[in-house]
């Protein structure tokens, strides 16, 4: 897709995958484009955990599947899980800040840039909010106190359809000046 409006229409929360398997490669894609992805002072205070075999997927899953609607969880068949990392800023910039004052933010943009290129390469993706965290540390061998930055569910969807977005009206809330 050559349109990045477009691929922003395109990307939408999946919440259904079909049994086809994701390849290593795409997988491999979307976690560069998190790593491409640009940050405060350059810090990237972030890691990715790419979870790909289909044991530990079904793990993962059922980690995240605490809320009703998150059933369809399930049928995930691959994880990327941004975690936060310590971000390092000069001297001059953190005698002004603390070190993780960007970090979230920085993290956001990664897991969108993540969200957008798994789009682009026909795949489906979805954040998840609520899950076991100290179960998935355990599971992939993250240290207990590791803050999580994200939870990217993915594989391709099962239902093709492009839902129309629902957002605030662009008149509501963009005033050029
Ligand atoms: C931080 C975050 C947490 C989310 N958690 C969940 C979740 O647990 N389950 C779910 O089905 N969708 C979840 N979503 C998806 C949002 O509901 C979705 O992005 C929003 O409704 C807009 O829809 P769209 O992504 O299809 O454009 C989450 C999104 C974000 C950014």
């Known amino acids: 897709m050559n349109d ?3 691929l922003c ?13 994701v390849e290593h490669d795409k997988l491999a894609r979307c976690v560069e484009a998190g790593r491409l992805t640009h940050s405060g002072c350059n810090a990237q205070p972030w ?10 997927v079904s793990q993962i899953a059922s980690c995240g599947q ?8 399930g049928t995930a068949k691959a994880f990327i899980i941004v975690l936060e990392e310590h971000a390092i800023l000069s001297p001059t910039i953190s005698c002004f800040i603390d070190s993780q004052y960007f970090a979230k933010g920085d993290i956001g943009a ?19 909010g609520i ?3 100290k179960k998935i540390c355990e599971l992939l061998n993250i240290p207990a106190e590791k803050q999580f ?28 000046v």
């Open 4 to 6: 990045f409006l477009e």
């Open 9 to 21: 229409k395109a990307r939408q929360s999946c919440r259904g995958f079909s049994e086809q398997p």
């Open 47 to 56: 890691s990715f955990v790419v979870v790909e075999s289909q044991n530990m």
């Open 66 to 73: 605490q809320l009703k609607q998150n059933s369809w969880l």
């Open 110 to 128: 990664a897991t969108a840039y993540i969200c957008l290129e798994a789009a682009a390469q026909g795949l489906g993706t979805c954040i998840i």
């Open 131 to 133: 899950y076991d965290r």
């Open 149 to 176: 930055g994200s939870v990217i569910a993915l594989g391709y969807p099962s239902n093709a359809l492009i839902r129309e977005k629902k957002r605030k009206a662009f008149e509501d809330i963009v005033r050029f």
